[in-house]
């Protein structure tokens, strides 16, 4: 997700879920498409405008989601702030 900081999102199929309200889209590249919270801008989604998942914002959850972290990415570009020590795998891309 765009962020100047730690992002957590989980790919989900497009036909397994549901909004609720009106996302403001922006095409941020030829294959690319961003979601938006139409109120308070908040980053909600990253849409590949050619594949079957769109990765959604785990703060957009309103209700628990069993749903627990699988790795870290770009971790080559991690800064000074925090430290991974949870184990999980991490791809420097």
Do not use: E, K
């Not at 959604?56 to 309103?62: C, S, T």
């Not at 870290?72 to 991690?78: E, K, M, P």
């Amino acid at each position: 997700m765009q962020s100047g900081h730690v992002g957590a999102s989980v790919d989900v199929d497009r036909t397994a879920h549901s909004v609720i309200g009106t996302p403001v889209w922006f095409a941020s590249s030829d294959t690319m498409r961003r979601g938006f919270c139409g109120i308070c801008d908040a980053v909600l989604f990253r849409d590949p405008l050619h594949g079957p998942r769109t990765a959604v914002a785990m703060r957009a959850f309103d209700d628990p989601t069993g749903t627990r972290l699988a790795l870290h990415i770009f971790t080559s570009q991690q800064d000074d702030a925090y430290d991974i020590v949870d184990g999980l795998p991490q791809n420097p891309r």
